[in-house]
């Protein structure tokens, strides 16, 4: 019979240290680049990604999915999806940007967030303070 326990055999890595040895070593770059760019992609555009200056969305380029800068096929202003959102000018990664959104909204605190997102906890505020008044 197959136990379902999350025991590991004897003298393996599991047991009662290891949640918090794995909270010791997690942070931002345990998460996908890629996927958390969509996922604030889509959260900050709910409409699709425009242009700032004129609004075209034609000709959405697949660099935009991903947080790349592009230029206007109608008005050749450069923009990124995150341009006119709250993460336009951040100096964060966007996995420490998924990963604080994602802390706070788990209702942690600023030393916790600051922490595990390897920011500041002037930062961690500041983040929640923006997020507050968005
Ligand atoms: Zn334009």
Same mark, same amino acid.
């Given at each position: 019979? @197959?136990?379902?326990?999350?025991?590991?055999?004897?003298?393996?890595?599991? %047991?009662?240290?290891?949640?918090?040895?794995?909270?010791? %070593?997690?942070?931002?770059?345990? &998460? $996908?680049? +890629?996927?958390?760019?969509?996922? &604030?992609?889509? &959260?900050?555009?709910?409409?699709?990604?425009? /242009?700032? #200056?004129?609004?075209?969305?034609?000709?959405?380029?697949?660099?935009?999915? !991903?947080?790349?800068?592009?230029? /206007?096929?109608?008005?050749?202003?450069?923009?990124? *999806?995150?341009?006119?959102?709250?993460?336009?000018?951040?100096?964060?990664?966007?996995?420490? *940007?998924?990963? @604080?959104?994602?802390?706070? #909204?788990?209702?942690?605190?600023? #030393?916790?967030? =600051? !922490?595990?997102?390897?920011?500041?906890?002037?930062? =961690?505020? *500041?983040?929640?303070? +923006?997020?507050?008044? $968005?």
């Amino acid at each position: 019979m @197959i136990s379902k326990s999350p025991q590991a055999p004897s003298g393996g890595p599991l %047991g009662p240290a290891f949640p918090q040895a794995l909270l010791a %070593g997690f942070g931002p770059d345990c &998460l $996908a680049f +890629k996927a958390c760019a969509r996922l &604030l992609v889509e &959260l900050l555009n709910p409409g699709g990604v425009g /242009c700032p #200056a004129c609004g075209s969305t034609a000709d959405p380029s697949p660099q935009l999915t !991903t947080g790349g800068r592009v230029r /206007c096929t109608h008005c050749g202003r450069r923009f990124t *999806a995150f341009s006119g959102t709250l993460l336009e000018g951040c100096k964060i990664s966007l996995q420490q *940007a998924a990963l @604080i959104f994602l802390l706070l #909204a788990l209702g942690h605190d600023n #030393a916790t967030v =600051a !922490t595990l997102a390897g920011v500041s906890a002037e930062t =961690a505020r *500041a983040w929640r303070a +923006k997020l507050e008044a $968005a």
